[in-house]
């Protein structure tokens, strides 16, 4: 079920850098959180979806989380669309975790779509594709936040829009992936104007 949050946030490391939400100046930003709990597992279209399977999980912060084996197919992990999103660079976090975590295989994929909603049909216009790599989860079977940076901008009409994000299962990998909650935010800035960049996979801040 998605909430939305007003945070007040301040991120300040070693060197005195202090980061922020991009379009906040230091202040507050909109947030959303989806958690697995709520996904559809039978209707497509709904706002949330899964080819998964929807397990107790104590680990998960909601007590439940999404289950998916890697098959012989892409499979859905997860997908959401986001009407509250603002256009810029939306940070998308993810907490997951993955029965391996060795090795540069990529395991899951994550894809955004601009969906133009302002018609009578969803015109989707696939923005950027992002691979997560097994040894990004660290440490098997361990939760960990995993995130992109993705820009979001208007590709059709002039009207309503969201965000959609889908994490998908990648073919073949041997690997489980078990999904707990996905959050989007505006991207983070640095008041020193140290950049937020991606490697490929993970947010990182650079030092």
Same mark, same amino acid.
């Given at each position: 079920?998605?909430?939305?949050? *007003?945070?007040?946030?301040?991120?300040?490391?070693?060197?005195? *850098?202090?980061?922020?939400?991009?379009?906040?100046?230091?202040?507050?930003? #909109?947030?959303?959180? +989806?958690?697995?709990?709520?996904?559809?597992?039978?209707?497509?279209? #709904?706002?949330?979806?899964?080819?998964?399977?929807?397990?107790?999980?104590?680990?998960?912060?909601?007590?439940?989380?999404?289950? +998916?084996?890697?098959?012989?197919? *892409? &499979? +859905?992990?997860?997908?959401?669309?986001?009407?509250?999103? &603002?256009?810029?660079?939306?940070?998308?976090?993810?907490?997951?975790?993955?029965?391996?975590?060795?090795? *540069?295989?990529? +395991?899951?994929? !994550?894809?955004?779509?601009?969906?133009?909603?302002?018609?009578?049909? &969803? !015109?989707?216009?696939?923005?950027?594709?992002?691979?997560?790599?097994?040894?990004?989860? &660290?440490?098997?079977?361990?939760?960990?936040?995993?995130?992109?940076?993705?820009?979001?901008?208007?590709?059709?009409?002039?009207?309503?829009?969201?965000?959609?994000?889908?994490?998908?299962?990648?073919?073949?990998?041997?690997?489980?992936?078990?999904?707990?909650?996905?959050?989007?935010?505006?991207?983070?800035?640095?008041?020193?104007?140290?950049? !937020?960049?991606?490697?490929?996979?993970?947010?990182?801040?650079?030092?």
């Amino acid at each position: 079920m998605a909430t939305l949050e *007003n945070r007040y946030i301040r991120i300040e490391d070693w060197k005195g *850098n202090v980061y922020y939400p991009a379009t906040s100046s230091g202040g507050t930003t #909109a947030g959303e959180i +989806i958690d697995a709990q709520g996904a559809s597992t039978t209707d497509p279209s #709904a706002i949330t979806y899964t080819e998964g399977e929807i397990v107790t999980d104590v680990d998960a912060n909601g007590g439940k989380a999404i289950r +998916i084996d890697s098959s012989a197919t *892409n &499979k +859905i992990i997860f997908r959401s669309y986001f009407a509250n999103a &603002k256009f810029g660079n939306v940070s998308i976090g993810m907490r997951m975790k993955s029965s391996t975590a060795t090795g *540069n295989t990529n +395991i899951v994929r !994550v894809n955004t779509y601009f969906v133009d909603t302002s018609g009578s049909e &969803k !015109v989707e216009t696939a923005l950027e594709s992002f691979d997560i790599k097994a040894s990004d989860f &660290k440490l098997a079977s361990t939760y960990i936040s995993l995130g992109v940076v993705t820009a979001y901008t208007r590709k059709s009409g002039a009207g309503e829009a969201m965000l959609k994000v889908e994490l998908i299962m990648l073919p073949d990998t041997g690997a489980t992936v078990w999904f707990d909650e996905m959050g989007i935010s505006m991207e983070m800035k640095s008041s020193s104007g140290v950049a !937020v960049s991606v490697d490929g996979s993970v947010v990182v801040f650079d030092s």
